[in-house]
T-cell receptor, first 108, second 112 residues
């Protein structure tokens, strides 16, 4: 079974903020990641955060990490139709474990 | 750099046939891995390699073999394909360890 959990679907309107949430179980994870997968394509590394950080911002993307609750979130500001994709949360210790992915739909 | 490349992009096999999925990277990465992606599930690790000549099993290794004779190449072999192996297969690589892996475009395999 999966050790990383995330909701399967999220729908937002263009211009709104999107927040995708993830919970993980292994407190010894060294890195936590967000990958983006567009239809028919491979996984693109969007951003990552070291386990000793609380927040990381990269242009429209903000990653928040709550180690106490083992909770990771990805906020996309000013969401565009091009952001429609599946977003995977992942953790790595010895190997990498993925959540099932959240399908983000952006409506015009 | 081409990054991580995979061939073929699509493949249809009959039950019992064998084939090799190819993966290559030109970034001089030590770590390479194979995952399968099934609907509604995350990626699951099949096999990985921490360097030439070294391979190990992941979460779902049964029915698959790998070898790593060079740093660049990491082929995945299906010895006797089964319908349960219908999936999308992704190869990935990183400079060191499982962190910060870069993924290939995937191979969509159908076994009838």
């Amino acid at each position: 079974g999966e050790d990383v959990e995330q909701s399967l679907f999220l729908s937002v309107r263009e211009g709104d903020s999107s927040v995708i949430n993830c919970t993980y179980t292994d407190s010894s994870s060294t890195y936590l990641y967000w990958y983006k997968q567009e239809p028919g394509a491979g996984l693109q590394l969007l951003t990552y955060i070291f386990s000793n950080m609380d927040m990381k911002q990269d242009q429209r993307l903000t990653v928040l990490l709550n180690k106490k609750d083992k909770h990771l979130s990805l906020r996309i500001a000013d969401t565009q139709t091009g952001d429609s994709a599946i977003y995977f949360c992942a953790e790595s210790i010895r190997d990498m474990r993925f959540g099932a992915g959240t399908r983000l739909t952006v409506k015009p | 750099n081409a990054g991580v490349t995979q061939t073929p992009k699509f493949q249809v096999l009959k039950t019992g046939q064998s084939m090799t999925l190819q993966c290559a990277q030109d970034m001089n990465h030590e770590y390479m891995s194979w995952y399968r992606q099934d609907p509604g599930m995350g990626l699951r690790l099949i096999h990985y390699s921490v360097g030439a000549g070294i391979t190990d099993q992941g979460e779902v290794p049964n029915g698959y073999n790998v070898s790593r004779s060079t740093t660049e190449d990491f082929p995945l072999r299906l010895l006797s394909a089964a319908p349960s192996q219908t999936s999308v297969y992704f190869c990935a690589s990183s400079y060191s360890g499982a962190a910060l892996q870069y993924f290939g475009p995937g191979t969509r395999l159908t076994v009838t």
